[in-house]
């Protein structure tokens, strides 16, 4: 079962705009990853927050994380055609020693050159 | 320092044969998750090794197996080969004891004919 989901399920913007993607998920979590995936290759890890942040920058993204409402946001600024991909939120709960990843199905961005 | 790294790159089965996929993971880590990905989906988890024992498994059924190596890589083997197993597996590696961020591979594309 997939615990994330994002949304929207798709975004087009022009190159230089802001793109906000949104995911919620249904239970508590230790910390929430984002991924990049480019054409059906492997994920590229983007930023990763943890349960007790709220939140967190790494150049031009900015994710932010409300485990009240069980949601997090990515935040790319000024965004480049080469931003064009899948991204996906990705919770990590653990059981023990023992974690794994639950993705959702991803929002694929289009920015337009 | 090299990242993940699997092979192969792609692979193309009949029905009812089986596969074995391999996985090094990067370089100090000492978990090695699997995860398969259907086309337009998110990934989603199969199992999970650390020191040479499944330690989680996902929704798959006994087809799929897996071995970790005292060196850390993995390796996924798949029997009796469905049309539905047509995927992208991705590797994914981790530290076990630490809230850090799970590194991925490129992944093998896996078409079942």
């Known amino acids: 079962s997939q615990q994330g989901e994002e949304d929207p399920q798709a975004l087009s913007i022009q190159e230089g705009e802001n793109a906000t993607m949104n995911c919620s998920y249904k239970t508590s979590i230790n910390n929430l990853q984002w991924y990049r995936q480019n054409s059906g290759r492997g994920l590229v890890h983007l930023i990763l927050?943890?349960?007790?942040?709220r939140e967190k920058h790494s150049g031009r993204l900015r994710v932010t994380l409300d485990t009240s409402k069980k949601s997090s946001s990515l935040l790319i600024t000024a965004s480049r055609a080469a931003d064009t991909a899948s991204y996906f939120c990705?919770?990590?709960?653990?059981?023990?020693?023992?974690?794994?990843?639950?993705f959702g199905k991803g929002i694929t961005l289009s920015v337009r050159p | 320092d090299a990242g993940v790294t699997q092979s192969p790159t792609h692979l193309i089965k009949t029905r009812g044969q089986q596969v074995t996929l391999r996985c090094s993971p990067k370089?100090?880590?000492?978990?090695v998750s699997w995860y398969q990905q259907a086309l337009g989906q998110g990934p989603q988890f199969i199992f999970q090794?650390?020191?040479?024992?499944?330690?989680q498994r996902g929704n798959f059924p006994d087809r799929f197996s897996g071995h970790q190596f005292p060196n850390y890589s993995s390796e996924l083997n798949v029997n009796a080969l469905l049309l539905g197993d047509s995927a992208l597996y991705l590797c994914?590696?981790?530290?076990?004891?630490?809230?850090?961020?799970?590194?991925f591979g490129q992944g093998t594309r896996l078409t079942v004919v």
């Open positions: 927050i943890r349960s007790n942040e």
């Open positions: 990705a919770t990590d709960k653990r059981s023990g020693a023992n974690s794994k990843l639950t």
């Open positions: 370089s100090g880590h000492d978990t």
């Open positions: 994914a590696s981790s530290l076990r004891d630490r809230y850090t961020e799970a590194f």
């Open positions: 090794y650390y020191e040479e024992e499944e330690r």
